[in-house]
């Protein structure tokens, strides 16, 4: 498979679409859940609320913090995420202007 032009694509399209692959994974989705549901940053074991090994939850967190949907500070020997606001807000923006785009009418085909 060669490799995406992803230069021949706007901006936006590659950060959106960066975004959305990051998105694209339950167990990111139940990671980003407990950290919106804590409404602070999370510095506990998220293993223990997702039933996941430290190894993988660390994993789907460095894919999360690459899209640049949360953010990390070091506190010690523990690393703290917190959901980052402006990516939450283009995500928000950009999503509803792609979704606005289709004009669904019944019967189309």
Request: aromatic share 4%; hydrophobic share 45%; charged share 15%.
């Amino acid at each position: 498979m060669g490799l995406t032009k992803t230069e021949i694509f706007t901006d936006e399209q590659n950060r959106l679409a960066i975004m959305l692959k990051a998105l694209a994974h339950p167990a990111r989705i139940a990671i980003l859940q407990q950290i919106m549901a804590a409404n602070a940053c999370i510095c506990g074991d998220l293993s223990i609320e997702l039933g996941l090994a430290q190894a993988t939850i660390s994993q789907h967190l460095k894919e999360l913090k690459s899209a640049g949907l949360i953010q990390g500070t070091i506190e010690g020997v523990s690393v703290c995420y917190c959901i980052e606001p402006k990516a939450w807000g283009l995500l928000k923006t950009q999503l509803n202007n792609f979704l606005n785009l289709a004009d669904t009418k019944p019967n189309c085909c």
